[in-house]
């Protein structure tokens, strides 16, 4: 199975670095051409673009992020087959992801298109900044096709232990997506509809290398006996993936939230949330990496029964989360200005991301942890879980947004996103402790039960 990783078998640190060490650099090269996008867009165009461009963030969260927990959901079963060894049911599997995915981008390209609009205005959106948002968004939702198709393809590749290909789509995609910025922006003169298209088109290139390696793969070809229309696979994969892809979208919706009363103190805080956004976003990379190998790690291991490896496993994750949080937490900490001062412009923009980076850079461990015990549970099969603990996010970031955004001003929203990682991790990490511990009884006793009724035959 050229490849591809067993994660069942061999040493458990070492199979977790070389798996991690790839996916790292596929997510510091998203990031990068996602900072390289706002660094364009703040420098090349202004902070009012940049506002526009950022205020549809957690917008895209809301719709991408439900793809993709859709995505993540299927994946989990995928690496449950494998590690079961049961490529007819992993074929299986396969062909009603695709096809549930093609039915799914159909209608989240619609909707979003449609109604971006109205979600725009109820999300108190400043008017000169809207018919940017409006543009960008519709470029960006209309692309839903090359999001979705690298979100697949990358995610079924990391479910059978394959980091390195999705990395080799990332190197082509940053690469593309800087020299179209560049060129569509200063050359063409675009404006936000140049960034926007320049994210498209390097998707689709991304998930172009993703699908061909897929195609190279002999146990994922797929016959017509594995193409049907399956509804009981159906309901077992939305069963798994719908849990997964709400808890992204309520997670959202709580984002969006605080946008709103973002947008509401005016242009000016706009900016600097969008720029305080992206670098959370990017020093939460080696810990949300962390927790993507504990799920394809965790699933693998989950469908073999080889509960110890888990635990062994979470342990390893966990440690590469509590070095990224002493490295970078330390960063948005102590050096909050020089950051921010990298993308913005306005004194005033600089000012407020100061107040946000260090209060979120010295609670940062708790998100970081939150990544790796989240999808813990997930890989064992257990979506309903991170679900709630996304209601619960939503309820403490929406919560904590309503009653201190007058008394504290723009710390306010630093204080939501604390409060939503606290909750979540404590949710999670309980659940993870009664579902390894039940599930590790279960299976030891279903064991038993089967020795000794061996024994007794011979």
């Known amino acids: 199975m050229k490849g591809t990783t067993d994660f069942t078998e061999g040493k458990v640190t070492g199979q977790i670095l070389r798996f991690f060490f790839p996916l790292l650099i596929t997510n510091a090269l998203q990031q990068l051409y996602s900072f390289a996008d706002t660094a364009i867009v703040g420098k090349g165009l202004g902070d009012d673009p940049l506002a526009a461009v950022g205020n549809m963030g957690s917008l895209c969260f809301l719709i991408v992020g439900f793809s993709m927990g859709l995505s993540n959901g299927f994946s989990i079963l995928i690496a449950q087959n494998f590690g079961e060894k049961d490529m007819g049911k992993l074929r299986r599997t396969l062909a009603a992801s695709i096809q549930l995915a093609v039915g799914i981008t159909v209608v989240l390209t619609l909707f979003s298109v449609v109604f971006l609009g109205n979600i725009l205005r109820f999300m108190n959106t400043p008017d000169e900044i809207f018919a940017d948002s409006l543009s960008y968004g519709r470029i960006i939702f209309g692309g839903l096709f090359a999001t979705i198709g690298y ?40 404006g936000v509809d140049g960034a926007a298209y320049a994210t498209i088109i390097s998707q689709v290139a991304s998930g172009a290398v993703c699908l061909n390696k897929l195609r190279k793969i002999d146990f994922l070809r797929l016959s017509r006996k594995d193409i049907t229309f399956d509804l009981a696979m159906y309901g077992i994969l939305l069963k798994n993936g719908i849990p997964m892809a709400l808890m992204n979208s309520i997670t959202a919706i709580g984002c969006i939230a605080v946008q709103y009363f973002v947008n ?43 509960f110890d490896r888990i635990n062994s ?20 900490t102590f050096m909050p200005r020089q950051l921010a001062s990298l993308i913005l412009n306005g004194e005033e923009q600089i000012d407020y991301a100061v107040q946000f980076l260090p209060m979120c850079g010295v609670m940062l461990f708790a998100v970081d942890l939150l990544f790796v015990i989240r999808n813990g549970v997930q890989g064992m099969g257990f979506p309903f879980v991170p679900m709630l603990s996304g209601i619960a996010e939503m309820i403490l970031r929406t919560g904590a947004i309503i009653l201190l955004i007058k008394p504290m001003g723009f710390r306010a929203t630093a204080a939501a996103e604390i409060f939503a990682w ?12 009664a579902i390894f511990s039940r599930e590790r009884s279960k299976y030891s006793a279903k064991a038993e039960h089967s020795s000794n009724l061996l024994a007794q035959e011979h």
């Open 422 to 433: 606290t909750g979540a991790l404590l949710i999670n990490t309980l659940a993870y402790l």
């Open 151 to 190: 979100n697949m393809s990358a995610g079924i590749l990391r479910s059978l232990g394959d980091s390195k290909t999705p990395l080799k789509a990332i190197v082509v995609s940053s690469l593309m997506n800087i020299i179209l910025n560049s060129v569509f922006i200063f050359i063409f003169k675009w």
């Open 264 to 306: 509401g103190l005016g242009k000016v805080f706009t900016s600097a949330y969008a720029a305080c956004s992206r670098y959370l976003n990017m020093f939460m990379q080696p810990a949300a990496t962390a927790g993507v190998t504990m799920s394809a790690y965790t699933s693998q291991n989950y469908g073999a029964k080889r």
């Open 313 to 332: 496993g979470l342990r390893v994750c966990l440690g590469i989360a509590a070095a990224a949080y002493l490295i970078l937490g330390s960063v948005m």
